[in-house]
């Protein structure tokens, strides 16, 4: 069992990837105290651990709010006494957020990915920091996407908001990594099975006349395997970098674009 005994806190728990993470994450030992801002799909993430034999928590907790966040993570600690990764998977629809060129974009249409995806990392990842030095040891982690790395098309804020996180993933590291904390970023692929790539594919269909077979094969192109990624295999590897196997990792983001994206 890679991460034994281990305490995980899961922001946007209730979502494809935070849920897929808090189920590996569980089935390979660790405790999962799962959030989101709705909870019921947190609680229907927990059950689902629970029935599979692991061990979680299911909370509402808005990832914005510091002082929820604050008093969430102090609730853990009381329970367990020590927070040993925490894993922001937190997303907002992209409804409203793609498909707008950028000269016709709303500054509040380009603040708000920059808002919930940076400032929800910044929050999570701080107050887990917190305590994580009194243990000097801890993993914080987060998902970003290959926005990040190259310029797209009619995505408004959200390739920005990807690269800011990436940009605080080295500077959490760099202050971090002293103590004990590693700090370590996931950069998937698109993952067909997630509602996330559907509604992002929307406004390519109305742009280009794609159908969202042909969208998927587009994208499945630019890997070198010629195919698109799993919710599993993004678990897995949320799993070995949260695991003291990948003590060698920090201050990174994990390149899971499998050859769409350079190094
Ligand atoms: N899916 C992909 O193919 C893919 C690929 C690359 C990168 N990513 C990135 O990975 C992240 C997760 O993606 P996903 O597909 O798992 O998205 P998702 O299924 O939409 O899940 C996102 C979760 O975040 C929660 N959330 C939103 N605002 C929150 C807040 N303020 N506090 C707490 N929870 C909040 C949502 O809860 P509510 O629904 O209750 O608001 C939802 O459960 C996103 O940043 C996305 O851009 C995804």
Known sequence: MMLKDKAAVIYGAGGAIGGAAACAFASEGASVFLT???LAAVEAVAKEVVANGGSAEAAEVDALDEQAVDEHLQSVIDKVGRVDIS????????????????????????????????????LTARLAARRMVA??????????????????????????????KEALTRDLSVELAPHGIRVVGLRP??????????????????????????WQQMLASRTHPRRLMTLEEV?????????????????????????????
């Open 36 to 38: 989101g801002r709705h």
């Open 87 to 122: 894993f922001n998977a937190v997303g907002i629809p992209n409804a409203g957020l793609l498909g707008v060129p950028l000269v016709d974009l709303d500054a509040e249409q380009f603040a708000l990915p920059i808002t919930t995806h940076a400032m929800s990392y910044f």
């Open 135 to 164: 243990n000097k040891s801890g993993v914080i982690m987060t998902v970003t996407a290959l926005h990040s790395r190259t310029g797209l098309p009619l995505v408004g804020g959200y390739g920005p908001a990807q690269a800011l």
């Open 189 to 214: 692929q698109a993952i067909p099975e997630t509602g996330t790539i559907k509604d992002a594919f929307e406004p390519r269909a109305k742009a280009t006349g794609m159908t969202w077979e042909q």
């Open 235 to 263: 678990a897995n590897m949320a799993v070995f970098i949260a695991s003291d196997k990948a003590s060698g990792m920090t201050g990174t983001t994990v390149n899971l674009t499998m050859g769409s994206l350079d190094d």
